[in-house]
């Protein structure tokens, strides 16, 4: 995903070389994991998208005493019980205009992870000019879950050494871990090294993607707590109680779990038939809460397609169609994805069975699968 522009016009895009970003085995500052994932479509070593070396033996887990930030246990403890009541205050108390002003806040926060620091910054999948990427910055601060610029390196090593200490949320060391136990305790010293070692120099050419990093601490406060509790209590006269507690507190809170469920639950439950050699798997209801993301088995073997998915079924995968709005206006272009072929070859060499649409002429094909799969590489910027 295209990191922007710089000096140059805002829909000329530099790109980082992918050939440029470490391997696991180049990297550097001592860690010891391996490299278990594809990031970009170069670091595929065959021609359906994949390693050549068994990578299960890397996978695992240093047997190790966590240490734990007792800071972030207390403030996550706080925020889920103040988020529970938030629940009950938005069933009994809350204002319709405030319900509906919180599912805006949720949907947007959500885009801002899987539209901007996910599948554009994180991975490459699509470019955007500089209005997108504004929009993209915005929603993203409205979620507070770290910077983008962050949030993407800490991605990109998730991917390169999935499942290894590298990983940060390390899906080996269980659900509870993979979930929030990451958040709670210390990284392990191969996830520092791992970060420092991948070239993020894209990402710094971003103007606009800086420009968040370097004010993160004004917007983030501003677009996640302090607009959602003063806007329904200026506009529709909501009570500050509920104003605090649903839009604010409820809303974000849900939101931070439903996005670990794609390290927890799309690691562990559901098909998978693309690489049955990974945990990653398909989960229809996680994309359906995360907006897209729950297709988790195709996005870590074709991580590069901004789809995260074969299909281009929008109803629980609505980060696609919010890209496709754009696309259609010019402010996103160069979409990536997989020609179906490739999908195919790597199906019938390591999928588990369970796959059921990947080839031309099936009875259940879609006119809108058909359209998107055969058009989308068509979408550029004019």
């Keep these: 995903m295209p990191p922007n522009a710089i000096s140059s016009p805002p829909d000329a895009l530099p790109t980082c070389p992918e050939d440029q970003v470490l391997s696991g085995s180049q990297s550097g500052a001592g860690g010891a994991s391996k490299q278990t994932g594809v990031l970009f479509e170069a670091d595929a070593d065959t021609n359906d998208g994949g390693l050549t070396m068994d990578i299960t033996q890397f996978k695992n887990a240093e047997k190790r005493k966590l240490k734990w930030v007792w800071r972030n246990i207390v403030l996550f403890a706080y925020v889920h019980v103040a988020a529970l009541y938030g629940g009950y205050l938005l069933v009994t108390q809350a204002k319709w205009a405030t319900i509906v002003f919180s599912m805006f806040l949720y949907s947007a926060g959500m885009i801002g ?64 871990f993979s979930h929030v136990g990451w958040l709670l305790c210390k990284k392990h010293p191969d996830v520092v090294a791992k970060g420092k070692s991948l070239d993020l120099s894209d990402l710094r050419a971003d103007r606009v993607l800086m420009f968040q990093k370097k004010h993160y601490f004004v917007l983030m406060p501003l677009a996640c707590f302090i607009l959602p509790t003063c806007i329904p209590m200026l506009c529709w006269n909501e009570s500050l109680l509920c104003s605090v507690l649903v839009p604010t507190i409820f809303r974000w809170c849900l939101q931070l779990n439903m996005t670990w469920l794609v390290n927890s639950a799309a690691h562990k439950f559901g098909g998978r038939p693309y690489d049955k050699n990974i945990n990653p798997s398909q989960s229809p209801y996680v994309s359906l809460f ?44 160069d979409l990536k994805s997989v020609v179906p072929e490739t999908v195919e070859r790597r199906v019938r060499r390591t999928g588990d069975g369970s796959h059921e649409l990947w080839g031309w002429g099936d009875k259940d094909l879609t006119p809108e699968d058909g359209q998107s799969v055969l058009h989308v590489l068509d979408k550029k910027s004019n």
């Design 113 to 176: 992870i899987t539209g901007g620091a996910h599948r554009l910054w994180a991975h490459r999948s699509y470019k955007a000019k500089w209005p997108l990427r504004v929009i993209l910055v915005a929603f993203n601060s409205i979620a507070f879950q770290d910077a983008a610029y962050h949030w993407a390196r800490d991605h990109r090593v998730h991917h390169k050494f999935s499942e290894t200490d590298a990983d940060p949320h390390n899906a080996t060391r269980g659900f509870f």
């Design 290 to 333: 995360t907006l897209g993301e729950g297709w988790h088995n195709y996005h870590h073997v074709f991580p590069w397609d901004y789809k995260t998915a074969e299909w281009g079924n929008y109803s629980l995968n609505m980060t696609t169609a919010f890209i496709d709005l754009f696309a259609k206006i010019g402010w996103a272009y």
